[in-house]
Each structure stands twice: as structure tokens, then as C-alpha cells.
């Protein structure tokens, strides 16, 4: 099987025909590439750079204060998992899609971590890379509202700037906007800028 990196669509043996999840799941095209299952057609990428990175670890740590805050325990306070998390958004084409960072209300968290999660994220923050091609992240912001996502956040370290969709709502804050967590999190609060210095 033949792979190439970026958003190159790749079936099974190149042949047209879509690949199951069954497949997907030992498919390793190259060593560190992320990889994800999007209408039965693998999407290779390469590993992101240093500044995605430390982004999604601005997020989570914005995150993690704030649960600990408001929960008495970790269990309480729902299930936080980043490192491009896959979940099996829908069979027949078969869709995987990996989140930078994904959390769960405690009543909606996946009891089996050892499986991908077949139940939809309260929240999904997607880290913007440089090589995203047009259309990527927006595809990827639609199949997560369509799955049942409460919120998807779109980080994008070069415009500065933090996007909240919503089923019925796009919020755009700049960096100097205040980001607040809205129902899914009340009282939390985040300055745009921080995420980027």
C-alpha cells in the first residue's frame, strides 16, 4: 500500500474501495504520522511542530485548573484526554477522527479507554497547523457538531485567535478577548493572548 502525507485520501490498496475501521486499525503507513479514517479513506499527516504542541498544552493546563477547581475529584469533573484521541464518529463509510484535545461530562465519558470512544466529546479543541489545507479544520468542525459535539474550539496560533462553534453559533475571540466556558463550564475564563507567548 502506498501512502503520501498530508490530505491525501488513501483506500485500501489504492483501489478505490473504501477501507473498513477493521483495516484501518492495523494500518501503520509511516512511523510518528497521525493518521485518521474519513469516509473509509485514510488521511496521513505528518507529526505537528514545537508551537502546536505547546499550544495544546496551554489549553489543557487552562483546562485542568479549572476542573480542579470545581470538582471535588478528577472522576467528578468528567474525562480530559488530548494526543490526537480517535473516536469512531459513524460505520458504512467507516469515520475516525483524532482531537488535539476532547472532554467528557462525567455522565457522557467512555468507560472502555482502551477502545475508541463511540460517544461524542462535550468539547473538541483542534490546535490549527501551518499545513492545513484550506477546508481540513472546517470538515473536521462539521463531522464533530454532526456527532454531537457541544463545542468545538479552532486555536490558530498565527491569527491569534480562538473560534467556538456551536450547533447554531460561531463565536470568534481575538487575542485580546477574554474566552469564557459558557453552560460547559461556568465561571471558567481563559485570556486569548496567553496561549500564544
Known sequence: MEFQLETQPLTSENDGRQMTLEEFQYANPLPGARTELVDGRMIVREPPKSRHGHVTVRV???????????????????????????????????????????????????????????????????????????????????????????????????????????????????AADHLDGGALFPGFTLFVGSLFT
Not at 473516536?87 to 476532547?102: E, S
Not at 470512544?117 to 473536521?140: F, H
Request: net charge neutral; with cysteine; glycine share 4%.
Open 60 to 174: 489543557l493546563r487552562a483546562l485542568i485548573r479549572y476542573l480542579d477547581a470545581s470538582y471535588a475529584t478528577e472522576k467528578d469533573g468528567g474525562l480530559l484526554l488530548s494526543n490526537d484521541a480517535g473516536m469512531l464518529l459513524r460505520r458504512h463509510p467507516d469515520t475516525v477522527r483524532a482531537a488535539d484535545i476532547a472532554y467528557f461530562v462525567a455522565a457522557r465519558a467512555p468507560l472502555d479507554l482502551d477502545r475508541w470512544a463511540e460517544t461524542a466529546p462535550d468539547l473538541v479543541v483542534e490546535i490549527r497547523s501551518p499545513t492545513d489545507r484550506p477546508g481540513y479544520l472546517q470538515r473536521k468542525v462539521v463531522d464533530w457538531l454532526t456527532f454531537g459535539c457541544r463545542q468545538v474550539w479552532v486555536v490558530d496560533s498565527m491569527q491569534r485567535t480562538v473560534t467556538v462553534h456551536e450547533p447554531h453559533r460561531v463565536t470568534l475571540f481575538a
